[in-house]
């Protein structure tokens, strides 16, 4: 009961190494494992191709348990879509609440905060970013739901903005579409997983336009250097000798910014 | 160029005897299929798409559909590679024209503007419909998005003294393809071109700061701005 059977046909396309099934995501219900399901399939051949069958085969549950849940595809991949945007809502929210700091530093704990679970969970960061766009009008509208959510941490940022500049309001809306361009293409190339090697870059992106260049490049060189302290603190832990589970090398840190920054 | 635009039945050639070589009679048809696959892909979204649909809208039988391509992605990942070129010379085009960054950029952006909300049917296609077309399609958007990021940016984040990390490039692309896509969305398609001092704020502020950017994109009056900074 713990687990999928192990003869689901989709498992040998997830991706190597972590795919996001800790423990304690590991579902005891059915609809928890069905909605596990259509986040692992989705992410491995894209919601279009994805069939009901290949749903149920990957979770071990019935067709009819199936449609004795969800009317369909679509409303199986929504009710998947909901609960893991507030979960994502939730657990951002909670990184930017935490603590008595300053907005930009707030934003960093956020975007940080994003990017390991999206790391974490390579199959969720496919699904919530990248195959949403591919899963019909209603899966884009709860998307721009979860936009506007996101935008909301934004506010604050205003501050920063001049005095009765006009169109402050569209800022927000164009800075959280920035960053979704930012971690779509990084998931699309497959390199989620890489993803808090970016969130310096990401960091910048997003405090610009309401503090300029100068303060959010201070503010994403901090950034740089609390990741290097965690990648060397991370390696010290290490056993010498046994650098096969350490984080990221410098050469994977470089080739990912290779891989975000090159794509031109 | 919206005079030049070749879509739905009224452009069809003449029946009967019309003197054109059988080459131009074929590509006419070719182009008659790519150009209905952006309105065919908005209305049905290109899932529920189907060969006929865009065969139907082009006035061509499935047969002369499958004579130019594959399949219903086959054609999808052409149309978007043309429309995505066009697209790109209109904006290299106006922005040539400008005699400085600045106004070469905001020459570039506002033709984008323009083109689009001729074309709204595009935005969908090259911001949602992409999605579900395949990763042929997406390698497309990739490039697209690569191109008209760097036209518009590349001058300027080269020659920062510090410069801004080159991941700005795409979330500024980011940022444009929403505010254009929430546009659409919300109906206000033809009112495209009121994206543009926004627009011009976020592409201009890692470069002048807050203050100069609202004023140049004319989002501030200079007098409010002097006054209050």
């Not at chain 1, 290949?54 to 969800?70: H, M, N, Q």
């Amino acid at each position: 009961m713990a687990g999928p059977p192990a003869d689901r046909p989709s498992a040998k396309r997830l991706p190597r190494g972590r795919h996001g099934l800790p423990r304690a995501a590991v579902v005891s219900n059915q609809r928890e494992r069905i909605i596990d399901s259509i986040v692992h399939v989705c992410a491995t051949k894209g919601y279009p191709a994805v069939t009901v069958e290949d749903i149920t085969s990957y979770a071990g549950v019935s067709r009819r348990t199936f449609y004795d849940l969800f009317a369909d595809k679509e409303q199986c991949f929504l009710a998947a879509y909901d609960l893991n945007a507030e979960r994502l809502v939730t657990e951002v929210g909670s990184a930017y609440a935490a603590g008595d700091l300053q907005w930009p530093e707030r934003m960093a704990s956020a975007l940080r905060s994003l990017a390991a679970v999206l790391a974490a969970e390579p199959c969720l960061a496919r699904f919530m970013i990248v195959e949403v766009l591919a899963a019909g009008r209603p899966a884009l509208t709860r998307r721009d739901q979860a936009l506007t959510r996101f935008e909301a941490f934004f506010e604050p940022g205003r501050l920063g903005l001049p005095d009765g500049m006009d169109g402050q309001e569209l800022i927000g809306q164009a800075v959280v579409g920035g960053l979704y361009e930012a971690l779509y293409t990084q998931i699309l190339d497959g390199e989620a997983e890489l993803l808090p090697d970016v969130v310096a870059d990401l960091v910048y992106c997003a405090l610009v336009p309401y503090l300029g260049h100068r303060r959010a490049m201070a503010a994403s060189k901090a950034e740089r250097e609390r990741r290097a302290r965690f990648v060397t603190d991370a390696a010290a832990r290490q056993q010498p000798g046994q650098g096969r589970a350490s984080t990221k090398s410098p050469q994977d840190t470089a080739k990912s910014e290779q891989a975000i920054l090159g794509a031109d | 160029m919206a005079r030049e635009r070749i879509s739905d039945d009224a452009s069809q050639l003449p029946r009967g005897r019309h003197g054109l070589t059988h080459g131009a009679v074929v590509e006419h048809q070719r182009q008659r299929m790519i150009r209905a696959v952006p309105s065919a892909v908005r209305e049905k979204g290109f899932v529920a798409l189907t060969v006929e649909d865009i065969a139907s809208r082009a006035g061509v039988s499935r047969r002369t559909f499958y004579e130019n391509f594959r399949d219903k992605e086959d054609c999808f990942v052409t149309s978007y590679r043309q429309h995505a070129q066009e697209l790109v010379a209109v904006v290299g085009g106006a922005a040539a024209a400008g005699s400085d960054w600045h106004e070469r950029t905001r020459f570039g952006l506002r033709a984008m503007l323009r083109h689009l909300a001729e074309r709204p049917d595009l935005v969908y296609m090259a911001v949602i419909e992409v999605n579900a077309a395949g990763p042929a399609a997406l390698g497309v958007r990739d490039e697209a998005v690569g191109l008209l990021a760097a036209l518009i940016g590349d001058e300027a984040f080269v020659t920062a003294p510090e410069p801004a990390p080159r991941l700005l490039l795409r979330t500024i692309g980011g940022s444009i393809l929403q505010l254009i896509y929430a546009s659409v969305l919300a109906g206000h398609d033809r009112e495209l071109e009121e994206l543009l001092p926004t627009i011009m704020y976020i592409v201009l502020v890692a470069i002048d700061g807050p203050q100069d950017a609202a004023i140049r994109a004319g989002l501030l009056s200079a007098r409010t701005g002097s006054e209050t900074g």
